[in-house]
C-alpha cells in the first residue's frame, strides 16, 4: 500500500543509526529475495565504500545503494511486487503514480517512516519512507558511438523532468526558453512516454558486451566498468550480515572515487536527510 506519510504527526523523530538499522532490514529483505530466485545484485557507491572501509556504513551515511544488470532487475522488479514483506514498498514510476525522483528508478520503502530529504523539491503526495536505492546497470551496445546517441536522448529525457520538478524561483530568459521546451516535452511523454522510450533504446543494447554502465534510466553516463571487474561476485561483511559486492571491489571504487580509502575532511561529508522520523512502535520494536 502506498501511504502519504508527510503530514502524520504522531511519528516520533529517528537517529541516523536507526535509520540506518532499518536500511539494513530492507537490504536483509532484498537479500533473501534475490537468493531464492538467483538474482545477481551488488553494493554499490558509498556503499560498497562502507562495506570495504568500515565493514557497515559510512559513519555520517544516510543512504544505501545497491546495483543489478538489467535483465536481474527486470526479474527482480516483478518477484518483488509479491514477495516483499508487507512493511516494505517497491516504489517505481508504475508503482507509485506520484513518485518523482527520476534519477533513481526505483526505491525499496520502509512503511510507517518519514525521510524527507535537503536537496530534493519536498513531495507530500509520494511515498516518503526510509529506503534503500535499487539501481539498474546496462550492458552496452557493440558501437561506442550508439552508446553516446543513447545517452544524448536518455540524459536529456531525465533532465527535462528532473528540471520541470526543480523549477527555480528566478529564472533568466535564456532559461525561460529553455524551461518552455522541458515543459512541452514533459507534458507530452509524461512517465510512460519517457519509459518506452528507455525501453526502446534499451534494446539496442548487447548483453554480451564486456562493459556495463549506469542504466540508461539514471543520469550517470560518465561510468564505464568492466564487467570482469564485478563478476563473478563475493560477499562482503555490511553491518555484521554478508551481502554481495563486485569480485574487484578495488578497481570499481578506484573508478568511480579515486582514493577510496581515505575519507573526506569533516566539513565535505554529505548529509541527505532534513527530516527522519517513524512511527513509535517501529523504533520500540528495533
Known sequence: MNENLYSDENYIDLGLRDAQNLMVEILKEVHKICEKHNIKYFLD????????????FIPWDDDLD?????????KFLEIAKTELPKHLFLQTFENDENYDI?????????????????VIAENSNMHNGIYIDVLPYDSLPK?????????????????????MREIP?????????????????VSMLKDKGRMKIFDKLIKWNDVNSPYMAYGLDTPWSEYI???????????????????????????????????????????DREWHAKIIKCDPKIKESN
Open 225 to 267: 566498468y568492466k564487467k570482469e571487474d564485478f563478476f563473478d561476485l563475493t560477499k562482503l561483511e555490511f553491518e555484521g550480515e554478508y551481502f554481495y559486492v563486485p569480485g574487484n571491489t578495488h578497481n570499481v571504487l578506484t573508478q568511480l572515487y579515486g582514493d577510496y580509502m581515505t575519507p573526506p575532511k569533516e566539513e
Open 143 to 163: 558501437k561506442m558511438s550508439v552508446y553516446k546517441f543513447q545517452r544524448k536522448i536518455s540524459n536529456f529525457l531525465i533532465k527535462c523532468f528532473v528540471r
Open 45 to 56: 557507491a558509498g556503499t560498497l565504500i562502507g562495506a570495504v572501509r568500515h565493514k557497515g
Open 169 to 185: 524561483e528566478k529564472l533568466s530568459f535564456k532559461n525561460k526558453i529553455t524551461h518552455t521546451l522541458y515543459k512541452i516535452v
Open 102 to 118: 527520476y534519477q533513481v528508478p526505483c526505491k525499496i520503502r520502509y512503511n510507517g517512516t518519514l525521510f524527507i530529504q535537503k
Open 66 to 74: 545497491i546495483g543489478m544488470l538489467r535483465e536481474d532487475y527486470i
